[in-house]
Each structure stands twice: as C-alpha cells, then as structure tokens.
C-alpha cells in the first residue's frame, strides 16, 4: 500500500487541467516510482510507472501518439 497523504506524497496535475477536476494527478515516489491517480478519486486506486515507462508515456501524448477520447 502506498501512503498517499498530503505529508507523504506531493500530487500534481497538469496546468492544462481547467478547474473542473476531471484530469490525473501525478507523484514522484523517490526516483524509481511514478505514481498516477484519478483526481476525482484520490482515495481511490493508484497505477505506478518505472521513470522510463512514464517518459514514454508522457513523449507519447506530446507527439500526439496517445490522444484523449
């Protein structure tokens, strides 16, 4: 289980987001762990990369290779 509370983790979102809350959030768990949550439910689960597998994620969306539907 990974401790996701304000004094454990610092979540993040994109300033793209807008204010109505329906995006992902992020974390930098120490340099080996990436984790990604749902932002309308943060108590809810938790999906974690390797660094490497989140750059590719993240070159992905901004080659436009992944796309929001």
Known sequence: MIESGPSHTVWRKSSLSGSNNN???MAFLGTAVVAVR???L???GVTLFSPAAWQAFVDG???G???SV
Do not use: A, F, L
């Open 61 to 63: 969306i901004k080659q």
């Open 23 to 25: 995006c992902v959030e």
């Open 65 to 67: 290779e992944i796309r």
């Open 42 to 44: 943060p108590e809810g």
């Open 38 to 40: 749902d932002s309308k």
